[in-house]
């Protein structure tokens, strides 16, 4: 059994905040492979599927943000997991909007959902890393992640989130290779090797129309009689 956590903030108010990319990778990973329905346990919301042949459990902590590692926790202790076993999705300052790294382990860079996550788990779990780009000054961080996504970037955004949901099955294999290309296929689709049309050929000139030939009288009559 595998956990895949997606990171946000609980409510309406923050559905469609660039920090809540997370939250809307799991739940379109649950709408495209059939999930149960979302419940609330672990103080958070819970949704069971497959993807492939793995038993996946998608979880949504509401516990706020910084806040993340008790929900992810106590669905850690319940299932009698280990850290290798649970998958974070969340929104990336460092990566350019659309980008998507994998990555085992390592710090938590400053990202207050993963810096709770580390205090509850330790830092031994895999993430999947969503740019969203960075406002450009620190100072402006909080304001920036807790800002809807605008509509200029919806089509990137609906991008990332079906390649995402197209490569959920190679991720719970452990192939991030595969879910990577899965994502890549979406966000930079290759484009049709379509010939280049064929020059215009000239059209033929017609040959001018036979012209009646010129016949005299008596040549006119002989041909009557032949």
């Known amino acids: 059994m ?3 956590v997606g990171l946000g903030n609980p409510g309406p108010k923050y559905a469609r905040n660039r920090h809540n990319i997370g939250f809307m990778a799991v739940e379109r990973i649950a709408e495209d492979h059939g999930f149960g329905p979302w419940r609330g346990k672990f103080q958070g919301s819970l949704a069971e599927g497959r993807l492939g042949s793995e038993r996946v459990m998608l979880l949504k902590p509401e516990t706020f943000m910084n806040r993340s590692g008790q929900s992810v926790g106590e669905a850690m202790r319940f299932f009698k997991l280990e850290p290798g076993d649970v998958t974070v999705f969340h929104d990336e300052l460092d990566l350019a909007p ?24 330790g830092p031994d779990y895999a993430r999947v890393r969503l740019g969203i780009g960075h ?12 800002h809807d996504f605008p509509k200029a970037d919806a089509d990137w ?3 990332v989130l079906r390649g995402l949901s197209d490569g959920a099955a190679d991720l719970a294999a ?12 979406r966000v ?4 049709s090797s379509a010939t280049a049309p064929k020059a215009a050929e000239a059209p033929k000139a017609e040959a001018p129309a036979a012209q009646p030939e010129e016949r005299s009288p008596i040549q006119r009559l002989i041909d009557r009689f032949r």
Request: no cysteine; net charge positive.
């Open 157 to 159: 955004l609906d991008d």
């Open 2 to 4: 595998q956990l895949f």
């Open 98 to 121: 659309g980008k998507v790294r994998v990555k085992e382990g390592g710090g938590h860079a400053g990202h207050n959902g993963l810096r709770s996550i580390h205090a509850a788990i």
């Open 135 to 146: 406002p450009g000054h620190k100072d402006a961080v909080s304001g920036y992640v807790l």
């Open 174 to 185: 452990g192939d991030a290779g595969k879910f990577m290309n899965a994502v890549a296929l």
């Open 188 to 191: 930079n689709p290759p484009r």
